[in-house]
């Protein structure tokens, strides 16, 4: 229901756009996040953009270099990323709820649905 894309190799302080692909049955006024998940690492909340306030949200680490933004007439969701470091180097999964609230936005366990994750690569 969702397909995530535009992940690829870059060297640091280079940028990258994912593109999340949401499918008609997952439309609607839904919360879009990203989350990562790098090597050894447990996966962690990177940016959301809600369904019904369209407000954004960051993790801190990645706090004024991503920028995360949704066309609901193309039901696609962006991540766009500036100054990449290698620490920002992860699997890169899309995900989506309709009833996720505003202190659960960075949990994990609070979407339903996922993409298959697309592989950012950061060389220093």
């Known amino acids: 229901q969702l397909q995530a894309s535009g992940g690829g190799l870059v060297q640091a302080g280079g940028s990258l756009r994912l593109s999340c692909a949401v499918s008609?049955?997952?439309?609607?006024?839904?919360?879009m996040a990203w989350f990562r998940q790098g090597p050894g690492k447990v996966r962690e909340f990177v940016a959301a953009?809600?369904?019904?306030?369209?407000?954004?949200h960051f993790a801190d680490s990645v706090k004024d270099r991503f920028t995360i933004s949704r066309d609901n007439a193309q039901s696609t969701a962006y991540l766009q990323m500036n100054m990449l470091k290698p620490e920002d180097t992860a699997v890169y999964y899309c995900?989506?709820?309709?009833?996720?609230?505003?202190?659960?936005?960075?949990?994990?366990?609070?979407?339903?649905?996922w993409g298959q994750g697309t592989l950012v690569t950061v060389s220093s």
């Open positions: 995900a989506a709820s309709r009833t996720v609230i505003l202190s659960n936005l960075r949990n994990v366990a609070a979407y339903a649905v």
């Open positions: 008609e049955r997952t439309g609607g006024r839904y919360t």
């Open positions: 953009v809600r369904g019904s306030s369209a407000t954004t």
